[in-house]
Structure formats: C-alpha cells, structure tokens
C-alpha cells in the first residue's frame, strides 16, 4: 500500500466535512433571501445582504470548492471509474447548478434593492435535497448501471499521451 492510499480515510472525512458545509451553506441561503422584504428597514436589508454575501463567497463557496476537489481526488486514489459514480458526478453538476443560481440571486437581490423579490426557499431546497438524496443513495447503493451510454470515439483509445501530446504538422 502506497503513502497515499493511506490517506484516503483522511480526505474522506474532509470530503464528508466541507460536503456537509456545502449543502448547510446551500439550505440555508434561499431561507435568507427570503428574508429580503422590501418593508424591512435599511438597516436590516443591510445586514441580510451583508450576512448572505460574504457567507457565499466565504464560507459556501469554498466549502464547495473543497468538496468536489477531495472527491476527485478520491476518485482518482480509488480508481473508482463505475457507472453508478458517473451517475453521481451528474448530482453533483445538479448541486453546482443550485449553487450558481443561489449566488445569481444573491446578486441580484443585491444590485436591485427593493426592485427584486427573490423567490421563496421550498423550490431551491427541494432541488437540493432531491440531488443529495440521490447523490447519498449512489454512494450508499453503489447500483451496478450496467454499460453506460458513451459514443464509441470517447471509449476507445487513440494510442496519444496527455496533456502535451500534440500532432506535429
């Protein structure tokens, strides 16, 4: 066993931890902005936009950054190159999309104050609930999918080295 497979518990459990940030961060935040009432004060307006902000750019989005990157390189330490993995990596594209559309609104709701009215929290933390319960049935199942459909130019190899293997004219 190589020092890094030793490691692989490790990064586990940060991969676990900032996962877990990551989807607070993201249950969380469509509660906040929710909260945006354009009848609240200034001073409370304020404070929300202040609080959702800089815990998106602070605290959610690096714990995302953190969470795909220890799960890619689990994929890679494990080799773990099955279907049922490929079908969670499709999840996990699903929850950066809950993530972008979040900081949208963030933003949004920032640049047009009083003008915006964010929508409410059931649709976003639906999304992601469904997206981690199947990301977490993935994991916990690990299902055999079977052959996956692929066109056959992405399946077969071409006999070239990456990433500097570049046809010479």
Request: glycine residues 8%; neutral net charge.
């Amino acid at each position: 066993m190589s020092w890094l497979q030793t490691l692989v518990p490790h990064i586990k459990v940060f991969h676990i931890g900032f996962l877990c940030l990551w989807m607070a961060g993201l249950l969380a935040l469509p509660r906040m902005l929710a909260r945006h009432d354009p009848a609240i004060g200034q001073a409370d307006f304020a404070r929300i936009r202040h609080a959702t902000h800089y815990g998106y750019v602070w605290v959610i989005t690096p714990a995302a950054v953190l969470a795909i990157g220890s799960g890619t390189v689990l994929i890679f330490l494990r080799e773990v190159y099955t279907g049922w993995m490929f079908a969670k990596l499709v999840l996990v594209a699903g929850l950066v999309v809950i993530h972008a559309w979040v900081g949208h609104t963030i933003v949004t709701v920032a640049e047009t104050e009083g003008r915006h009215d964010p929508p409410g929290p059931f649709l976003p933390n639906l999304a992601l609930v469904l997206a981690s319960l199947g990301v977490l049935a993935l994991v916990l199942s690990k299902p055999e999918l079977g052959e996956l459909p692929i066109p056959a130019w992405l399946s077969q190899p071409v006999g070239g080295e990456l990433p500097f293997d570049v046809p010479s004219r």
